[in-house]
């Protein structure tokens, strides 16, 4: 006979399904949500621009790549040298100035021509310092949201990141086509200043309690640079915050490796020019509808048992593109892969829980700087492979080892309790 025990409040409140309007009615973060939309709008228009300057000054593919991927790939070397910061610090002061440094480095990028190097050296330890700031960001919102606001919290961050960028890349090419690229590198700097003026006149201060001050081990004595890779170090080692991260950052990884072979495989193909452009927009658009469709209409329990299936819907779309699909199913297809990326929203609670009672500012850095730097990895496998296996083939592997994800995610999620604690 099975006995039902009766849930906590807590329990219950965890399990309660909340609304998106309920999540912007918290003031702070709201404040926190808008910023962030402007200053993603911002770092995107200032990457992109950036990377078209110097493929205008220099004419080289090659370091207009590398100006594009020097936005995200020092990311995760920042986390785990600085990252401590993020706790160590008043969150307030924190943040606004990463707002401050991005604008000042994209008004430096915009009003002093740079050597090519200097500016690649400029944009890299923008990237470095990142992890910081949003990681102090990160910390806020798990303080001031619980339960399934936390998550849809974290929901709406990614629909904010996704549209964002999206608006950015849009903005840009428009400013840039209009003004010029230096022009729409101040305009970006001018976002970032307001941004950063906004949270210092409306953001409540938040002291550092000392009992606080400490990185992802608990440990308060040593530098900044030894407490960042003592914590770093804590997180890794601990198996649940392990699989967790990789969870989130594997799907990703393969995502991103097809992504980087949209343009070669509608050039490849034939099709008519700008296609790439909609192909490419297919994946964020899909991120914007998987996220909404599961944030909004699936309780908290169905939301974390969808994980698996939602991260098989991300890669038997990329094994479909093995067929060489035209224009319209290739579209479909990546925009079905986009939806999948909703599966992170079912690992939010668990992660939270999974972290040291210090630290929650690092460990959130370094859950977002390992997303951007496997962004920048998973294209330099995955073009590697179409080397040898063409651009389809590439993108179907890519597809293959997001299945090969869930069916290790499914090893361990299976064996252990799917809620509650253990007794």
Do not use: K
């Amino acid at each position: 006979m099975t006995t039902v025990s009766p849930c906590s409040p807590a329990q219950s409140a965890a399990a309660r399904r909340t609304t998106y309007r309920e999540v912007l009615a918290e003031p702070r973060f709201r404040l926190l949500f808008v910023t962030r939309m402007v200053g993603v709008t911002a770092s995107s228009l200032r990457i992109t621009t950036f990377s078209v300057l110097v493929f205008t000054g220099t004419g080289s593919p090659l370091l207009s790549a590398l100006a594009f991927g020097a936005g995200f790939l020092p990311q995760l070397l920042g986390s785990l040298v600085f990252g401590s910061l993020a706790d160590r610090l008043p969150p307030r002061a924190l943040i606004a100035g990463g707002f401050l440094v991005e604008g000042a480095a994209a008004a430096l990028l915009a009003l002093v021509r740079l050597p090519t190097a200097a500016g690649l050296a400029l944009v890299a330890l923008v990237a470095l310092a990142t992890p910081v700031f949003s990681g102090a960001s990160a910390r806020l919102v798990a303080g001031w949201l619980s339960g399934d606001a936390y998550v849809l919290g974290r929901s709406l961050n990614n629909l904010a990141s996704s549209g964002a960028q999206l608006f950015g890349l849009a903005l840009g090419g428009a400013v840039v086509e209009a003004l010029g690229p230096r022009q729409a590198l101040a305009i970006g700097a001018a976002l970032n200043l307001v941004c950063a003026g906004a949270v210092r006149l409306r953001m409540p201060f938040v002291p550092v309690e000392r009992e606080e001050r400490g990185d992802a081990g608990g440990n308060t004595g040593g530098g900044v640079v030894r407490n960042s890779l003592r914590g770093g170090t804590t997180l890794l080692r601990g198996r649940a915050v392990r699989r967790l991260l990789l969870a989130q950052w594997l799907p990703s990884a393969f995502a991103a490796g097809a992504e980087g072979l949209i343009v070669a495989y509608a050039g490849v193909r034939g099709f008519p020019a700008g296609s790439y452009a909609v192909l490419l927009a297919c994946l964020p658009v899909g991120m914007l509808l998987g996220d909404l469709l599961v944030g909004r209409l699936l309780r908290p329990s169905t939301r974390e048992q969808v994980v698996v299936p939602l991260i098989v819907l991300m890669g038997v779309p990329l094994i479909g593109f093995a067929a060489e699909p035209g224009r319209l199913l290739a579209a479909a297809l990546l925009l079905c892969t986009g939806c999948g990326f909703a599966h992170g929203l079912g690992l939010q609670r668990e992660f939270l829980a999974a972290l040291p009672e210090h630290g929650q500012g690092q460990a959130f850095g370094l859950l977002g700087s390992g997303h951007m730097t496997v962004q920048g990895v998973g294209p330099v496998v995955f073009g590697a492979l179409a080397a040898a296996s063409g651009t389809g083939g590439a993108m179907a592997l890519a597809g293959a080892g997001s299945l090969l994800t869930a069916a290790w995610i499914l090893t361990w999620r299976r064996a252990r309790p799917v809620a509650g604690p253990a007794v």
